[in-house]
């Protein structure tokens, strides 16, 4: 062992190691959890950030492009900001071990194609920025995978086509929110856009766009503004379309109607009501049971529920024991898990009255407080508690002076028969009575003697 470093310097090392590379980049400010390295002139990522940070702010800056791993070491990352920079791709696998995302802003950036590969593995992201770019094509499977996808932002781009027939139900059964306004659409698939979720139909902005007048736009756009959408009753004058293409004669088609006289408007489709959203709490190992009540009844429904860690489920489609969906569209967990926690959606269908309505239940499941504590204290912790004990072996041990030898025990003489002294053992005078107690000594408080007839004393204190 090297001179000088004591039982435990080498733990010691290790422990300084691993907050050395817990360090904040000096360009950057770091609170907590939330890593802030907005306007500070980079052109590329640090090398070496925080491997706690769930929140990472990069905004503001002048990267370009993002390789392959940028985010290896960063597993607990969950909200990523990366707006107003000049990033023109994203190459594969930049989302590599960080697959907790769930919101990432690349707004203001100069982004021309969002190609199917950009957000692969990011199965828990929850909102997308992709508005102010200079997007012209998303590719088809660029959403596929993004199950817990509620909403997505397109706005303020030079899109011509968009893949809605990628957006159904089993795939994204929480997307509530699709801004497509402010792009260069002109026609639109109305078949596709007709079949997409009711959630996403509802929270679908098309404003601002350069829409050609016809029948099928408008029949689609009547149904819309017929069941009261927000996002048409916010930007009703937003939403303009050009008689035969020519953009110099354009109508504010929700507020003059007349140029669709001759246009025959299907009958409109019954419209899904919603119940309220509820909230329900559990611990870890409880039995949830998430009722299905909406205004329909009937003996013949039919009922669908949507779960964030099972997907679709029907009676058909359980096969197992932890979870049961019962006639009245009970759905039973037997021993809730935390990755249960999510928006649970619950579909009844009235198969004769053509009518379906919805039950939403938000499900947060909660670990027990032992459980929750953190790693990064944890470790920090650790290395707190084998100081101390290092401390304590340095200057608490016993006193280790060569002086301080513990006397050897007195040997005891082996009496021998005396005929002389026989009567004065077995029966004392009084006077030798009292001398044999006065000449008791203490060993601890009289001196010692040793071998050599020299008197012993500590000159240590000890």
Known sequence: MTPG?????????????????????????CTSDTVSCSSAGLAKLPLSLPFFSVTLDVGHNHLSWLGPGSFNKMPRLETLRMAHNQISALGHGVFQNASGLRHLDLSSNRLHVVEQHYFQGLWRLEELLLFNNKIAQVEASTLSGLSSLKKAYFSLNQITHFPFFSIQDHSHPFLTMLDLSSNRMSRLPWEDVKALPRLVQRGLYLHNNSLICDCSMYSMFWHWDLRGYDSLKDFTDEHTCSISGDPRASIQFLR????????TVEKAVSQPVTVLLSNVLVSEGDRVRLDCQTSLRGAELSFMWISPSKGFITQASINNTVISLFANGTLEIRAAKVNDSGLYVCTAVDIKQALNATREVNVTVLVPAGESFNTGYTTLLGCVVTMVFILMYLYLTPCRCSCCKQPKPAVTPITTYDPSILTSVFSPSPREQHKIQTEKHVAFVEPMINAEGTEWTCESGC
């Open 5 to 29: 470093l004591y039982p435990g310097s080498f733990l010691v090392l290790l422990c300084l190691l691993h907050v050395s590379e817990e360090t904040c980049p000096s360009m950057c400010l």
């Open 256 to 263: 003059h109607t007349r140029f669709f006289n001759n246009c």
